[in-house]
Nanobody
């Protein structure tokens, strides 16, 4: 099991930037694929980005060119740099861990076992 704690959310104007962090405990962080998801009120939790354990990243189309996911395995920390933020990016952002061999899709919430408590991001117009 990986315990995850997000931080870095807040209120920002449209066009601004935020950097989210996700601190993980446990030795299994480096072997897990790590993802960011977000959930707006009344909507399903949706995939944003993933950082594969072996390197490489993937983003949902709405995040491409604006968001950057990265991980520091030495610090057991996952990051999400968000630039050019839009009001529609307003959501609670969650980090999640997908252990090796875990079922489900990497691009859906069912594919992740461990979750943080979330951090609120609000983008004003």
């Amino acid at each position: 099991q990986v315990q995850l704690v997000e931080s870095g959310g807040g209120l920002v104007q449209a066009g601004g930037s935020l950097r989210l962090s996700c601190a993980a405990s446990g030795r299994s962080f480096k072997n897990a694929h790590m993802g960011w998801f977000r959930q707006a009120p009344g909507k399903e939790r949706e995939f944003v980005a993933v950082a594969w354990s072996g390197g490489g990243t993937y983003y949902v189309d709405s995040a491409k060119g604006r968001f950057s996911i990265s991980r520091d395995n030495a610090k057991n920390t996952l990051y999400l740099q968000m630039n050019s933020l839009k009001p529609e990016d307003t959501s609670v952002y969650y980090c999640a861990a997908r252990p090796p061999g875990y079922g489900g899709s990497t691009y859906s919430k069912e594919g992740y076992r461990d979750w943080g408590q979330g951090t609120q991001v609000t983008v004003s117009s």
